[in-house]
């Protein structure tokens, strides 16, 4: 990547910011064709930066970044789980070093890649952390560094207020900003009745696999009813299943925002999870003494190990049409707040602050030099007031 930084003077650099004329580089893992929500999330924010007239960028490592399905095998490609649409973003790749980084430009880093941190540090652009799983915060972080002081890292985007509370208690000179996460409209309910049929998303495939085995071994009487695995699959493949499903399980422990048991609200479909290390903020509530508690938009459970039973409890009241009244509730109450729409607003605004952020820092930059500039000139006006002086009284003398 080339510094291009020396090249334009600080009244460009304001103008290009007031104009738009700005570059945002996120910063992206190619996932080799497997679906992650975290990437879908990135692929989110530079779609709308992008039809907002934003000049955005996914920014990859390799040139053999993973867009297309693979002719040889068949195995996915991002447009494949994804869409079309999002394949078409622009897409730079550092390896091939035809881009350069501007003042004006932003590069935007996910929170893992503390590694990629340090790495452009000495960049003359603004340095942004995409924050959205606190589990990853100090992954690859050494002992003793910091996103600001020792990177340049002075502001965070991530998709709650816990979280931004999180990561202030850890860095609390940093700037926060939340955007939460969206829902596609295709997470819907089906037309068709459900089916004997339970969605599991689990962070680690093999938790899947041994979640079915054990309910199988200890409730042989349901060995009709049917495990769906979701992972692997396309995004609207993945809400179609979930919207046949009588229920979905999440294990997630390291989950940031918790996006799998919204999808399975706006599908209808009741969710059995774990709950996370950090209560999502669509989980918890507050009691009429301002106690935080669990809403009753699931069943949330602090083990994996009474999962099976929960999960045949419920299949036995879904089969007597006997799913509790408090629970279907909760779960209506939970939807319709992370749209597309609001989603996009959030960006809108978010991005536009950031912007103007930028624009002050480099006016202060200006002041700054305006100010040193005229006390160097007072300064010389008095040395050589008093170079005038000293003559004066040499010729009095």
Not at 30 to 38: E, H, K, L, S, Y
Not at 106 to 130: G, R, S, T, Y
Not at 181 to 191: A, L, M, N, Q, R
């Amino acid at each position: 990547m080339e510094n291009q930084g020396k090249a334009l003077k600080l009244e460009e650099i304001i103008t290009n910011l007031k104009n738009k004329d700005v570059n945002f580089f996120f910063f992206t893992l190619d996932t080799r064709g497997n679906p992650t929500a975290g990437v879908a999330n990135i692929y989110e924010h530079v779609k709308v930066l992008t039809e907002l007239g934003y000049k955005a960028h996914i920014l990859h490592e390799h040139d053999d970044y993973k867009l297309h399905k693979d002719p040889k095998d068949g195995s996915m490609g991002l447009v494949d789980w994804l869409g079309e649409e999002y394949g078409e973003l622009s897409h730079v790749s550092i390896q091939a070093q035809k881009f350069g980084i501007k003042p004006n430009d932003f590069i935007i880093i996910p929170e893992i890649f503390a590694n990629v941190m340090n790495q452009v540090k000495d960049f003359p652009c603004k340095k942004i952390v995409l924050s959205q799983s606190p589990e990853y915060l100090l992954e690859l972080l050494d002992i003793g560094r910091r996103w600001t002081v020792d990177y340049g890292f002075n502001d965070v985007i991530t998709t709650s207020q816990k979280q931004a509370d999180y990561i202030k208690r850890l860095f609390p000179t940093i700037k926060t900003h939340i955007v939460p996460v969206s829902i596609p409209e295709y997470f819907k309910p089906s037309e068709k009745p459900k089916i004997p049929m339970i969605s599991i998303l689990t962070r680690n495939g093999g938790d899947a696999a041994k979640m079915a085995k054990a309910f199988y071994l200890q409730y042989p009487l349901y060995k009709w009813v049917s495990f769906k695995e979701l992972r692997g699959l396309s995004r609207k493949r993945f809400a179609e299943e979930l919207g046949n499903s009588a229920l979905a399980v999440w294990i997630d422990d390291m989950a940031g925002f918790g996006t799998f048991p919204l999808e399975a609200f706006e599908c209808d479909t009741p969710v059995i999870g774990k709950m996370p290390n950090m209560i999502p903020e669509w989980m918890e509530t507050t009691d009429d003494d301002g106690n935080a508690t669990i809403k009753n938009n699931g069943v949330w459970t602090n083990t994996p190990h009474n999962i099976p039973e929960l999960v045949a409890f419920f299949i036995k009241l879904w089969l007597e049409d006997n799913v509790p009244a408090d629970l279907l509730a909760g779960m209506e109450d939970s939807k319709g707040y992370y749209t597309e729409t609001a989603q996009r607003d959030k960006i809108e605004t978010v991005y536009a602050q950031l912007v103007n952020n930028r624009v002050e820092e480099i006016e202060a930059i200006m002041e700054q030099q305006r100010l040193a500039v005229e006390a160097n000139e007072a300064a010389v006006a008095a040395t050589a007031e008093a170079e005038v002086d000293n003559k004066t009284e040499t010729k009095e003398d």
